[in-house]
């Protein structure tokens, strides 16, 4: 096989994951440039790909996403202020909150959190890779990469929480929702939407 058709191969499968990717760390309009100036790079170093080949695209549009912020500090704050935006909105395809009730709460507090630890918690969850990959794309050894993730998954449960409670304030709620011995025996047995957002985190 010839390495054009090795980069339309390579082009086809993982184009729509990287572009994913970049547009979860600076938004659509700056994430479509560095997905091209990602595969540029690919075609330049097409002997050096490895298999899989996602975390290292994912490694190279993380790298040129640094070097956009060291390059031009206000450009790369106003991206990704865009792709908090483009997260709080829902319009992802993936969703980190799918099968959570709640699913406006879930984003919205991921959106809260700090953008290490939505990347984290994005790659293994919306870009389906394993600690040890995922662990490559951020330059860290596998047993940092689980640490952090681990803090991460606490951290989004958390703020699950707090978001939940914000949305409905009203004294009145909150004595309409106070539990009965009964209710609360029952809400036992339920798990909360921190709980729900964190179990979908683990099974990816």
């Known amino acids: 096989m010839t390495d054009a058709q090795r980069f339309r191969d ?14 979860g760390l600076v938004g659509r ?8 100036e990602t595969f540029t790079v690919a ?10 080949p996602l975390p290292w ?15 031009d500090s206000r450009q790369y704050a106003l991206a990704t ?3 908090r935006r483009v997260l709080t909105s829902g319009a992802r395809v ?11 709460v879930a984003l919205q507090a991921l959106a809260g959190l700090s953008a290490a630890d939505r990347e984290l918690l994005t790659l293994v969850a919306w870009h389906g890779l394993a600690p040890r990959q995922a662990a490559r794309v951020l330059g860290c050894s596998t047993a940092t990469f689980s640490v952090r993730l681990h803090r991460a998954r606490r ?6 929480e707090e978001v939940g409670l914000s949305r409905d304030p009203s004294p009145r709620s909150a004595a309409a929702s106070r ?14 939407a921190a709980s729900r957002s964190a179990a979908t985190l683990k099974e990816h």
């Open 10 to 23: 390579l082009y086809e499968e993982c184009q729509p994951r990287v572009l994913a990717y970049a547009t």
């Open 29 to 36: 309009q700056v994430g479509e440039d560095i997905t091209s």
């Open 43 to 52: 075609w330049r170093r097409m002997r050096d790909i490895p298999t899989p």
């Open 57 to 71: 695209l994912l490694g190279v549009a993380r790298n040129l996403t640094r070097e956009l912020r060291r390059r």
């Open 81 to 83: 202020e865009e792709a």
């Open 94 to 104: 993936e969703d980190v909150a799918a099968g959570v009730t709640e699913r406006a």
């Open 155 to 160: 951290r989004l449960e958390r703020a699950v």
């Open 179 to 192: 539990p009965t011995a009964a209710s609360r025996s029952a809400a036992a047995s339920r798990p909360t």
